[in-house]
């Protein structure tokens, strides 16, 4: 059984710094691109980064530059790195596994608010 577990989430000023974390339990993490993915109220969950087993990532356009993905197959865990965050980027975030099966967090919330 795939757990994903997030952490790291809080209440952060504008233009404020944080970083999340998301631990994975099961075998072969190392082998699964993973990605997070955020939803605000009344929208759709979107994907904000994505990180593949080789170490590529893509991000969502407003994010670009300010957030930043990686991933520590040691400790099979992938982190998201958010920097001159904004109102926004008000949500909760949840991390992904992908593969033949699909895995989700429970997801941590970020509010962005002075």
């Known amino acids: 059984q795939v757990q994903l577990v997030e952490s790291g989430g809080g209440l952060v000023q504008p233009g404020g710094p944080l970083r999340l974390s998301c631990a994975a339990s099961?075998?072969?993490?190392?082998?699964?691109?993973m990605g997070w993915y955020r939803q605000a109220p009344g929208k759709h969950r979107e994907l904000v980064a994505g990180?593949?087993?080789?170490?590529?990532?893509n991000y969502v356009d407003s994010v670009k530059g300010g957030f930043t993905i990686s991933r520590d197959n040691r400790k099979k865990t992938v982190y998201l790195q958010m920097t001159s965050l904004k109102p926004e980027d008000t949500a909760v975030y949840y991390c992904?596994?992908?593969?033949?099966?699909?895995?989700w967090g429970q997801g941590t919330q970020v509010t962005v608010s002075s």
């Open positions: 099961g075998s072969f993490f190392s082998i699964f691109d």
């Open positions: 992904h596994r992908d593969g033949r099966v699909g895995y």
């Open positions: 990180i593949t087993s080789g170490g590529s990532t």
